[in-house]
Each structure stands twice: as structure tokens, then as C-alpha cells.
């Protein structure tokens, strides 16, 4: 890999580093033969179509922590490639509306992201919020639920693993973790996985820290893998230990490398239930 290539990572719309196998702009499907896998990436890109105006932001803001996950695309790309399984990311930022949020929420569309103003983002109409949802969530999300249903219906129960980065520092906290596993109940991948990252000399790993799961809060997870019953893990990377191409490229592989030691084939792919009527999650087809 040339210097050029190990740059910063960048993405649209002011230098775009991503690559599609097949797109339709709101979200990037990469097929695999390995289907007791699913990855997914809530915030793999930044981009803004041109009609928004980059929302009242500029582009060094575009390329902050508020716009995308930094590095998690090829985090995913890469853990994805040694597990030879599909790929769902999302083809646009987070700004426009979260795919990890409910769109209901307030946090789904924010109007203030870590100090930064978000114009573009300020007074939209139920109309113009259901038409964000339409155009970028929803098609997100009915990947996943395609790509789940198809495994499902070739007889395989996938693991779901959901693939995040985060800030470095927040509102003046620092986070001293490398990576964080982030569970609730549910603790037949997050546990050994816990432990197998905490055996690697130099790697701080936080248990729930600085993000857990959350039910009712977190929407991808729950609402498409606990629903059914499926194995999972949600992780964060801190991003400047995935900043470059060949920093991701290293965690996707340490991340495969512990997965497959930590794999409990009888155990991950059966169906275990957790959630209950309380809960109200309902699956993702309710919601799109």
C-alpha cells in the first residue's frame, strides 16, 4: 500500500474513499458466500447529496466524528472479507438521519452534534422527516432485513455483528479504550469476545464503556437480530486507532482472529430469546 493510500481516511463529499460492489446510494449491499454472518455499518460514509447544501456545515466538519463512523467502513470491509460474509453499510451520513436511531427519536435527525450546528437540520416539517426516512433509512434497513431472511431461508442462523468507531474525546471526556464491546443480556458472543480482547497485550477494551446497548435507544441491533433470536456483537473502535487503511485493515483482522477463537458454533447459531413484551421492539419491517 503506497503513503498516498495510507492517508488519513477520508470520505464524500469532499474526498471520497469508498468503494461500492453494488449501491444504490443510500446503501452499499458487498455479497458473501459465508452466511452465518451478517456485518453491518450504521455510519459507514459522510455523504451529503448535493440538494442538501452539506446541511449549513463545512467540509472539515463533514469529515468530523459527526458526520460517519471514521475507519468503520473498512473495519467492516475487511472483517467481512476474512469471513467471506455479506455486507450491509449505509451510503449516507449520519446527519441526514441516524440508522442506529429510531425515527420517531429527537437524536434520529440532530439539530447540535458536539458543539457543531446542524442549519440544515433545523424546522423540517413531519413531511420532509418522513422523506429522509424514506430515502435513507429506510432502504438501509430493508437490506439487513433481506439479507437476514435470505440466510435464513438457506437454513442458516447468522451472527449479526455491528460495526461502530467513536471519538477519541467527547465533550472534554476522554476515552481510554481502544475498543468497547457493547451487549445487554444477550451475552453469548460479547462475553468470550470480551475475553479474547482483553488477552492482547496493549489493547484497553470496555465492557459497556462508553457505549452500551440499549434497548429502546440503539435501533439495529434489537430490532433486527434480538428480535429474531440471533447471536450478536456491537463494537465501537476508538478512531484514531483505525485512522488510516492500514491501522482499520489490522483491527478488522485482530477482530476476525478473536472472533474465530471465541466462536461457539452451537451456541451462536440457535435462536435465544430475550427481549420481552415490555420491551416494545417490535422487528424493523415495523418501522419502514
Not at 94 to 118: E, F
Not at 267 to 280: E, F, G, P, Y
Amino acid at each position: 500500500m503506497s503513503a498516498e493510500e495510507n492517508q488519513s481516511i477520508r470520505s464524500a463529499p469532499c474526498a471520497s474513499a469508498t468503494q461500492h460492489t453494488e449501491s444504490d446510494g443510500a446503501v452499499t449491499v458487498t455479497a458473501g458466500e459465508n452466511f452465518d454472518w451478517l456485518i453491518v455499518c450504521d455510519h459507514a460514509s459522510n455523504a451529503i447529496p448535493r440538494s442538501f447544501h452539506d446541511l449549513g456545515l463545512d467540509c472539515a466538519a463533514i469529515q468530523y466524528h459527526i458526520a460517519w463512523d471514521v475507519g468503520a467502513s473498512q473495519v467492516a470491509r475487511r472483517l467481512a472479507l476474512r469471513l467471506k460474509a455479506p455486507l450491509i453499510e449505509s451510503g449516507h451520513s449520519r446527519l441526514l438521519i441516524d440508522c442506529n436511531r429510531y425515527p420517531q427519536a429527537a437524536d434520529s435527525i440532530v439539530t447540535v452534534s458536539d458543539g457543531h450546528v446542524v442549519r440544515g437540520n433545523f424546522g423540517l416539517t413531519p413531511e420532509q422527516r418522513r422523506d429522509r426516512r424514506d430515502a435513507f433509512f429506510r432502504p438501509y434497513h430493508l437490506a439487513i432485513e433481506q439479507a437476514l431472511s435470505g440466510a435464513e431461508l438457506l437454513g442458516h442462523i447468522p451472527v449479526f455483528v455491528s460495526v461502530h468507531t467513536c471519538t477519541a474525546s467527547m465533550a472534554g471526556r476522554a476515552r481510554p479504550w481502544d475498543v468497547c464491546i457493547s451487549w445487554t443480556r444477550d451475552q453469548r458472543v460479547a462475553r468470550p469476545v470480551l475475553e479474547g480482547l482483553s488477552g492482547l497485550q496493549g489493547v484497553k477494551v470496555g465492557d459497556n464503556l462508553p457505549y452500551a446497548l440499549e434497548i429502546g435507544i440503539d435501533f439495529t441491533t434489537p430490532e433486527h437480530a434480538m428480535v429474531r433470536g440471533l447471536a450478536h456483537l456491537q463494537f465501537e473502535l476508538r478512531q484514531d486507532r483505525v485512522s488510516t487503511a492500514d491501522a482499520a485493515q489490522e483491527w478488522g483482522d485482530r477482530l476476525f482472529e478473536v472472533l474465530l477463537a471465541a466462536r461457539r458454533a452451537a451456541t451462536w447459531h440457535r435462536r435465544w430469546h430475550v427481549l420481552t413484551s415490555a420491551d416494545k421492539v417490535q422487528g424493523a419491517a415495523k418501522w419502514l
